[in-house]
């Protein structure tokens, strides 16, 4: 996970620094970029199923639903983030639909498409820094539960 992201910040980073006028940099930036973004995406996921492991080993409830659901919530709230806070900022630096860009609202534009994804990468970086379940550890769980439920 951290090495996904860490290929995602990176990326954001060339992006930040290569001039947008270099198409062929602007397209291995962003492909590599996509794939970084791209698996950690699928580790989060991934993640899901342990947590929920985990809460049933603490509490003896198996709360897939409301896991799930939290979950969804929490990606749909990103996304909508995702959709609203780019305007903002480009508003904030004088962004024009269809017109010429000043080279404050161009700068604005590359804050939107690689300061503020390397931030929030960053922010799950630090976040995932805490996350101490491993396999081994989710195993050892799941017998326990097992064990558990056999007794029950």
Do not use: C
């Amino acid at each position: 996970m951290q090495g996904s992201l860490l290929v995602t910040v990176i990326d954001f980073l060339i992006m930040f620094l290569v001039p947008a006028t270099n198409i062929t940099w602007t397209f291995i930036g962003r492909t590599v970029e996509a794939a970084g973004v791209t698996l950690s995406t699928g580790f989060q996921w991934a993640l899901v199923p342990q947590t929920i492991t985990y809460g049933e080993w603490k509490t003896g409830k198996r709360e897939n639903g409301i896991v799930n659901a939290i979950v969804g919530f929490f990606f749909k709230f990103g996304m909508a983030l995702g959709g609203v806070v780019p305007g903002y900022v480009l508003a904030a630096f004088g962004f024009a639909a269809n017109h010429t860009q000043t080279a404050h609202s161009l700068f604005g534009i590359r804050m939107v498409t690689t300061i503020i994804p390397i931030i929030v990468t960053v922010l799950a970086m630090i976040v995932f820094a805490f996350y101490r379940l491993t396999d081994e550890k989710v195993e050892k769980m799941n017998a326990e539960i097992a064990a558990r439920n056999q007794n029950n």
